[in-house]
Each structure stands twice: as structure tokens, then as C-alpha cells.
């Protein structure tokens, strides 16, 4: 897999069952080169003795559309601070 600019490896995989067979995972999360969309993409490979063979999976989503999501869905954590003012 190209990585493009900066993205962030959330997975990476190398199992090797016997010594024929091989299999890569990865899966990564990064920003649009416009930043307004958050993409997150699945990769992997399999190697054996009559075949090599990858896919790629990228699931977009729009970063305002999770934000949204995120405030009406996700846990909210109330933290405060009282202070007095001084004379």
C-alpha cells in the first residue's frame, strides 16, 4: 500500500500460518488532502505458492458529519472549574 501524506497506521499485521502461506494486514486513518473528509483504509495481501493476491477498502466519511454525530451520540464528559475572584 502508497500511504499518502500523513496518516496514522491504526493496525499492521504479519501472520504467517506455515511456511508457504503469508498474510498482511493494515489499516490506516488519515485526512483528505482537503482536509473535510476522514478515510479510513483496510489492506491486505495474501501470499501462497500459486497466488499473490491484495484488495483495499476505504471507507469516507465527512469530518463535520462525525463531529455532528460525535456530539449528539458520544459520551459527554462534564468537567468544571469555580474560581473566586480575587478583591
Request: with cysteine.
Amino acid at each position: 500500500m502508497v500511504s499518502e501524506g500523513n496518516s496514522l497506521m491504526l493496525q499492521q499485521r504479519v501472520i504467517q500460518h506455515d511456511p508457504a502461506t503469508l498474510h498482511c494486514r493494515e489499516i490506516t486513518l488519515r485526512l483528505s488532502p482537503d482536509c473535510r473528509q476522514l478515510v479510513l483504509t483496510r489492506y491486505t495481501e495474501h501470499y501462497g505458492p500459486a497466488l499473490v493476491r491484495w484488495i483495499e477498502r476505504s471507507h469516507t466519511v465527512s469530518v463535520a458529519e462525525l463531529f455532528r454525530w460525535l456530539v449528539a451520540n458520544g459520551e459527554t464528559d462534564v468537567m468544571k472549574a469555580d474560581s473566586e475572584q480575587l478583591p
